[in-house]
Antibody
Framework: QVQLVQSGAEVRKPGASVKVSCKAS????????MHWVRQAPGQGLEWMGI????????DYAQNFRGRVTMTRDTSTSTVYMELSGLKYEDTAIYYC??????????????WGQGTLVTVSS | EIVLTQSPATLSVSPGERATLSCRASQSVGRYFAWYQQKPGQAPRVLIY???NRATGIPARFSGSGSGTDLTLTISSLEPEDFAVYYCQQRSNWPITFGQGTRLEIK
C-alpha cells in the first residue's frame, strides 16, 4: 500500500534552517510528482512547491522562492524540503502530498502524516 | 493566483441531516477542483476530485457539483464521523490554492 512517512518534529531558532524528509513506499517513486503543503496552527492549507522525483526539477510558490529547496534521493525513495531563514510565522505542520501518476497539477491522493516545525527562540 | 472563498466558515447541522458547503473562486476553475476532509491531528483526505468524482473508498453520501466559479460539496445524511473541517482546492492554474475551510459541527 502507498505510504508517505515523514521525519519527526523539529524546533529551530529564528534565522535557522530545517530539513524535513518524506519517504515513499508502495509505488514507483519516479512516476508521481510530490508536493509540499503547510498548515499553520489553526489555519488553512498553503501550497509550497513541487518536485519531479524522476529528474529532480522543481517549482516553488512565490511566497517561498529563495528560501525553500526541494530535493530527492531516488535510491531511498525520499524527498526533502529545506526551509531557510526561519521566522516565527513558519511554525506549522509541513506535509508531503502526492498527485496521481504523471500529473503535476492535480488533486492530492496521498499525504504524509505531517511534520511539526516550531520556530522559537 | 486564484482565491477560493468558502462559506460558511462554520456550519452547524444535526446528524442525519443534509449539509451543503460552498466554495467560490475568484476566476473560473472549470471542473478542476477537489474537496478534502480534515479531522483533528490528521492529514487532509481527498473526498472528491475533478468536481464530482468520488475518491476511492469515499461513501456515496458525499457528492460534488458545480463548475466555473461556484463549487459545492453536499453530504446527504450526516454521520457522526463527518464532523470535521472541509477544504476546497483548485488545480486549474498554478499555484495550487485552497479555500480557508468550513468547520462542520454538530448541532
Amino acid at each position: 500500500q502507498v505510504q508517505l512517512v515523514q521525519s519527526g518534529a523539529e524546533v529551530r531558532k529564528p534565522g535557522a534552517s530545517v530539513k524535513v524528509s518524506c519517504k515513499a513506499s508502495g509505488y514507483t517513486f519516479t512516476t508521481y510528482y510530490m508536493h509540499w503543503v503547510r498548515q499553520a496552527p489553526g489555519q488553512g492549507l498553503e501550497w509550497m512547491g513541487i518536485i519531479n522525483p524522476s529528474g529532480g526539477t522543481t517549482d516553488y510558490a512565490q511566497n517561498f522562492r529563495g528560501r525553500v529547496t526541494m530535493t530527492r534521493d531516488t535510491s531511498t525513495s525520499t524527498v526533502y524540503m529545506e526551509l531557510s531563514g526561519l521566522k516565527y510565522e513558519d511554525t506549522a505542520i509541513y506535509y508531503c502530498a502526492r498527485t496521481p501518476e504523471g500529473h503535476q497539477l492535480a488533486h492530492f491522493d496521498y499525504w504524509g502524516q505531517g511534520t511539526l516545525v516550531t520556530v522559537s527562540s | 493566483e486564484i482565491v477560493l472563498t468558502q462559506s460558511p466558515a462554520t456550519l452547524s447541522v444535526s446528524p442525519g441531516e443534509r449539509a451543503t458547503l460552498s466554495c467560490r473562486a475568484s476566476q473560473s476553475v472549470g471542473r478542476y477542483f477537489a474537496w478534502y476532509q480534515q479531522k483533528p491531528g490528521q492529514a487532509p483526505r481527498v473526498l472528491i476530485y475533478d468536481a464530482s468524482n468520488r475518491a476511492t473508498g469515499i461513501p456515496a453520501r458525499f457528492s460534488g457539483s458545480g463548475s466555473g466559479t461556484d463549487l459545492t460539496l453536499t453530504i446527504s445524511s450526516l454521520e457522526p464521523e463527518d464532523f470535521a473541517v472541509y477544504y476546497c482546492q483548485q488545480r486549474s492554474n498554478w499555484p495550487i490554492t485552497f479555500g480557508q475551510g468550513t468547520r462542520l459541527e454538530i448541532k
